[in-house]
């Protein structure tokens, strides 16, 4: 299993990006796609999911507004969006797949290596 994280980078504050995850070889199906964030010295946290279906998404609240989450065509692919980015968003984004889109880190099975974020003010 794999998945990849992409179009991370170091911007300025009040930018905006889009990161990219691609799954291959999730061994069932239908499966949701999470988002998370660890930055320096702190606890990886959970950031917003997406089912299968791509209708249903999720984020935590206090990244309402600011952070989209989607799934692509084909179903392998998971968005984040970012905008406004602040300095306080800067960490390494991951991704990761498993059953249900739910929050905890422990509902996923497998991980992506992380995309860095870097977001000066």
């Known amino acids: 299993v794999l998945l990849v994280e992409s179009g991370g980078g170091t911007v300025q504050a009040g930018a905006s990006l889009r990161l990219s995850c691609t799954a291959s070889g999730v061994p069932y199906s239908p499966y949701a796609m999470g988002w998370f964030r660890q930055a320096p010295g702190k606890e990886r946290r959970w950031v917003g999911s997406?089912?299968?279906?791509?209708?249903?998404?999720y984020l935590t609240d206090s990244m309402k507004g600011r952070f989209i989450v989607s799934r692509g065509n084909p179903k392998n692919t998971a968005f984040l969006q970012i905008n406004s980015l602040e300095p306080e968003d800067s960490a390494t984004y991951y991704c990761?797949?498993?059953?249900?889109?739910?929050?905890?880190?422990?509902?996923?099975?497998?991980w992506g290596q992380g995309t860095q974020v870097s977001v000066s003010s």
């Open positions: 997406v089912a299968w279906n791509g209708a249903d998404t």
């Open positions: 990761a797949a498993g059953r249900l889109a739910v929050a905890g880190a422990g509902g996923y099975d497998y």
